[in-house]
Each structure stands twice: as structure tokens, then as C-alpha cells.
């Protein structure tokens, strides 16, 4: 009886941890990380209620001016580009882009400065 019972319990332990790493390897997309000039602060993210739209938001804490864009990977579409956004010290901006409709939403979002 005991046997029976170790066996139930550990099939049931296989199943819950099964479940949570297939719950979890879908649960957010990947964001991507470039790195910024230093005193640039910016962070990638897709919008809450759309995921086909990748969002890219900087601020520029350097003494000279700043451009930047969104650069947005689509899964089974083409990767997008954001507006150029320009920034003087001290401002705050966002770009973003929309994957086509029939991509598989945003795989990552990153940032291009120059």
C-alpha cells in the first residue's frame, strides 16, 4: 500500500513540475538588453494589451543630445523599426513599433543610438 502510494505521489510531482515549466517558458517574451552610452537609461517592454507592439523608452541623463529607436524582432513577420526620437539632456522619450498582424507577436525589443 505504501508503495502504491510513494508511486501516486511521485507521478503527481512529475506533473506539477511538467506544467510549471510549460507555463513558464511562455509566460513573457524575451527582452533584449543592448547597451546604451553611459548616462543613457533605456528600457524595452510590449505593451500590455497588444503584443505586436514593442516599446522603447529613454532618458537621455548626458550633457549632449541623444537619437534613438526601437528596434523590434517579429516572430514569422519582419522585424520593425520605431520613429528616431531625439533627446536633449534631461528628457525623457518613447518609440515603438507594430509587428504585422500575422506575425506571432514580439520575440524582443532593443534600441539602436546614435
Same mark, same amino acid.
Given at each position: ?5 510513494? #508511486?501516486?505521489?511521485?507521478?503527481l510531482a512529475?506533473?506539477?513540475?511538467? =506544467?510549471? =515549466?510549460?507555463?513558464? $517558458?511562455?509566460?513573457?517574451?524575451? %527582452? ?22 514593442? #516599446?522603447? +523608452? ?7 543630445? #541623444? ?7 517579429? +516572430? ?10 531625439? =533627446?536633449?539632456? $534631461? %528628457?525623457?522619450?518613447?518609440?515603438? +513599433? ?8 514580439v520575440g524582443?525589443?532593443?534600441?539602436? #543610438?546614435?
Amino acid at each position: 500500500m505504501d508503495r502504491r502510494k510513494n #508511486i501516486v505521489t511521485a507521478g503527481l510531482a512529475t506533473l506539477v513540475s511538467a =506544467l510549471a =515549466l510549460t507555463v513558464g $517558458g511562455v509566460a513573457a517574451p524575451a %527582452q533584449a538588453a543592448p547597451s546604451a552610452p553611459l548616462g543613457v537609461d533605456c528600457d524595452g517592454r510590449v505593451h500590455h494589451n497588444n503584443p505586436d507592439h514593442g #516599446i522603447v +523608452g529613454c532618458k537621455n541623463n548626458t550633457a549632449g543630445t #541623444i537619437t534613438f529607436r526601437a528596434e523590434i524582432v517579429c +516572430g514569422r513577420a519582419p522585424d520593425v523599426s520605431g520613429q528616431w526620437v531625439t =533627446l536633449r539632456p $534631461g %528628457q525623457y522619450g518613447e518609440s515603438s +513599433g507594430v509587428c504585422a498582424f500575422y506575425s506571432s507577436g514580439v520575440g524582443s525589443v532593443g534600441w539602436t #543610438i546614435k
